[in-house]
């Protein structure tokens, strides 16, 4: 019965008529990106690292260099950031709409993408994937580079494949400089460049392709030429780690809690048996496809497909090799952001194949699990938020800042931490953080570098009220002294606020 529908005239006119707006339907995605994004981020506090970003932005050029110099990441996002912020204002619907924009522009060039590697028919089977995708959605109102270097990373793959194909210098130009911004947009985009670097290796192998007509390898060197006077900077922060020692190594149960939030946005503990036994059925699903796709392709399509393969599973297996490296391990699940769009496309080309090969049940399997377990997951980032998995903690600074009046009130956080933390909704405020020493001047402590915001106790302090905020569970590192006394506490998830009063003030 299905067959008879899909073969019936009226089907074929619908299905053409679709293909022929396969453009519109590229934008309609991208809208849909933008708009779901925005939508999701409604209420969402800026946090920690959306803090650090934004004080960067809003130093003076030299400032921010220098800044970002000593920060574990390159500075081409903080400057888009700046002139955006200068430009549309630095509410909190102005900064995150930069990264929806970058964001939705990824998943159009995504498209085009797999257009330009297969048909728009395939192009557009894969779009709802995208669609739906709460990777791609939670990263894409994140004050933080990802976007940008999900863009960057995408539009590289595409002008690549166009080298390839038509093997024109002015391509392959383009597709260095690209791979630099890259570079300077987010060191961990190497992980793109060295899957494309395998791709393009194993791809003139096969062709039997002589070394001097490897125009890639020249790209690939002029990328690292462009990049060559940031390279100080770059092996200052790579030998003088300024990153937390909040990762990872990755594990085979990390690599489940990487899917598992990928689908889902759930943690792999937090899985329960019903829905463990639905991720796993769509895993073997996407597993067997696999294999019985590879072995029907040819020519540039089995090409195309192992390069979106690759450049899902290449980059988890660098994850997972530098994860090794060093004293500290150092991934976080949000290094996949800038990836992760691959396996969405992965999952709708997935299923767009396996139907163009007649394994019809399996393709619509997998393409009905798939959604409704990616919707699931975008029903779990509305409720979740931009929760912090790392430090299993709920921003909740917004209610925090209305729940006192800043009159004469001086307001202390704990420690740097928690100041970058607070201060964008704080900046009416006169806010201080508490630190024994002064800020050493690297990592994302280093705008609080000779501070004049520092105290080193509340002696420090001559305001009327003081306001101490604090996490639930950790032992305060401020200690009100006896000219303050204890007046209440407003709790707010893991988020505290501890009043005082000045004794002996009129």
């Known amino acids: ?29 991208m809208v849909a990106v933008f708009g779901l994004t925005m939508i999701l981020a409604i209420g969402q506090p800026i946090w920690f690292d959306e803090g650090y970003s934004i004080l960067l932005a809003q130093q003076p050029w030299p400032d921010m260099f220098a800044l970002a110099a000593v920060d574990a990441h390159p500075p081409l996002y903080y400057m888009l950031l700046k002139v955006w912020g200068s430009t549309f204002g630095w509410s909190e619907f102005a900064l995150r709409s930069l990264s929806a924009l970058l964001m939705a522009g990824a998943v159009g060039v995504g498209l085009l993408l ?24 939670r990263y894409g109102y994140e004050v933080r580079m990802y976007a940008l270097a999900a863009l960057i990373g995408v539009l590289a793959t595409l002008v690549m494949v166009i080298a390839v194909r038509q093997q024109r210098w002015r391509y392959w130009a383009i597709y260095g400089v690209l791979v ?26 096969r062709r039997k392709e002589p ?37 990872s190594e990755v594990t085979l149960t990390k690599l489940v809690d990487v899917f598992t939030t990928l689908v889902v946005y759930t943690s792999e503990w937090m899985v329960g048996g019903w829905l463990s ?10 597993v067997v496809l696999t294999v ?24 988890v297996l660098f994850f997972a090799l530098t994860s090794l490296v060093g004293s500290q391990p150092i991934f976080i699940n949000r290094y996949m952001a800038h990836v992760a769009l691959f396996f969405y496309l992965l999952l709708g080309l997935l299923a767009a194949l396996g139907w163009r090969y007649k394994q019809h049940l399996i393709s619509v399997g997998l393409a009905l699990l798939s959604l409704a377990l990616l919707l699931t997951g975008v029903v779990r980032l509305a409720e979740a938020g931009n929760f912090n998995s790392e430090r299993q903690q709920q921003p909740s600074t917004i209610e925090l800042r209305q729940a006192f009046d800043c009159t004469d009130t001086t307001a202390v956080a704990d420690d740097p931490y928690t100041y970058i933390d607070t201060v964008y909704y704080f900046d009416d405020c006169n806010l201080k953080f508490y630190s024994a020493e002064n800020v050493e001047n690297r990592g994302g402590y280093a705008p609080l570098h000779d501070s004049v915001d520092r105290i080193e106790s509340s002696a420090d302090v001559s305001s009327k009220h003081l306001i101490h905020i604090r996490w639930v ?13 204890f007046i209440d506490s407003v709790q707010k998830d893991k988020q505290v606020i501890d009043r005082y009063l000045r004794v002996n003030v009129e």
């Not at 019985?292 to 980059?315: H, N, S, T, Y």
């Open 180 to 205: 630099t911004l890259g570079m300077l947009t987010l060191y961990l985009t190497v992980a793109v460049w060295l899957t494309h670097a395998v791709w393009l290796l194993a791809r003139s192998i």
């Open 114 to 137: 797999v257009r330009r590697l297969f048909t728009p028919r395939v192009a557009l089977a894969t779009l709802p994937f995208l669609v739906a995708a709460p990777f791609v959605l």
């Open 1 to 29: 019965m299905l067959k008879k529908l899909l073969k019936s005239k009226n089907m074929k006119s619908f299905t053409t008529l679709i293909t022929r707006l396969w453009w519109a339907w590229v934008l309609a995605a």
């Open 473 to 485: 569970g950790a032992e305060p590192s401020f200690d009100v002294g006896p000219e303050y006394w």
């Open 277 to 286: 036994l639905l991720l796993l059925a769509m895993a073997v699903l996407a």
């Open 211 to 247: 070394i001097r007509s490897w125009r890639w390898l020249v790209a690939l060197t002029g990328s690292v030429a462009l990049f060559v006077p940031y390279m100080p900077i770059f092996f200052s922060q790579l030998f003088h780690s300024v990153l937390p020692g909040v990762g």
């Open 292 to 315: 019985k796709v590879q072995r029907r392709l040819r020519g540039e399509a089995q090409e195309g497909f192992m390069l979106v393969a690759w450049l899902v599973l290449i980059p």
